[in-house]
């Protein structure tokens, strides 16, 4: 098998997992619609209720708002794990120490030559020079690939914190 037909084959796999999420989205979205006009019919309901009988009573102690706000934390939630199984790319993180090959594993992955490459995965035997994310793309036409450089700070807030959250 191809390493193209390798990726296209995951990609494939993964987003077939996808529809549970979606359908958690979409149910999570009706809820949201139908608390809300509960919500709304509780507040009118209020303001037309001239007694204090245990019924109003009850009913004004339902903290809709924290419901709604609950319903929105979930279907944040899995609206992520949606767009992460349904997209076209896959990932694949490499660490290790200097100079054992982890730049020539993603060449070979990416099909890269030392004459294609020309630094878009970084190679040296001097310092360590692939501490730096690299996205190589696979289409019709020329390879290219995006570095992205980080500070510290910014590669846990960007790259880290989101696999925790």
């Given at each position: 098998?191809?390493?193209?037909?390798?990726?296209?084959?995951?990609?494939?796999?993964?987003?077939?997992?996808?529809d549970i999420p979606?359908?958690?989205?979409?149910?999570?979205?009706?809820?949201?619609?139908?608390?809300?006009?509960?919500?709304?019919?509780?507040?009118?309901?209020?303001?037309?209720?001239?007694?204090?009988?245990?019924?109003?009573?009850?009913?004004?102690?339902?903290?809709?708002?924290?419901?709604?706000?609950?319903?929105?934390?979930?279907?944040?939630?899995?609206?992520?794990?949606?767009?992460?199984?349904?997209?076209?790319?896959?990932?694949?993180?490499?660490?290790?120490?200097?100079?054992?090959?982890?730049?020539?594993?993603?060449?070979?992955?990416?099909?890269?030559?030392?004459?294609?490459?020309?630094?878009?995965?970084?190679?040296?035997?001097?310092?360590?020079?692939?501490?730096?994310?690299?996205?190589?793309?696979?289409?019709?036409?020329?390879?290219?690939?995006?570095?992205?450089?980080?500070?510290?700070?910014?590669?846990?807030?960007?790259?880290?914190?989101?696999?925790?959250?």
């Open positions: 098998m191809l390493l193209e037909d390798l990726i296209s084959e995951i990609i494939r796999k993964r987003k077939a997992s996808a979606k359908k958690s989205v979409d149910y999570f979205n009706c809820l949201e619609l139908k608390i809300s006009k509960l919500k709304d019919l509780q507040e009118s309901i209020l303001k037309l209720s001239t007694t204090s009988s245990m019924g109003v009573q009850q009913l004004y102690q339902i903290d809709f708002q924290t419901i709604l706000n609950r319903i929105s934390q979930e279907r944040k939630v899995w609206k992520n794990l949606w767009q992460r199984l349904n997209r076209d790319t896959i990932n694949i993180g490499v660490v290790g120490l200097a100079r054992q090959g982890k730049s020539t594993f993603l060449q070979n992955v990416a099909g890269l030559t030392d004459e294609e490459d020309e630094g878009i995965i970084p190679s040296s035997d001097r310092l360590p020079c692939t501490t730096v994310q690299s996205n190589i793309y696979h289409h019709e036409g020329d390879t290219f690939a995006k570095v992205y450089f980080h500070s510290e700070s910014s590669f846990i807030q960007q790259i880290i914190t989101p696999y925790y959250q």
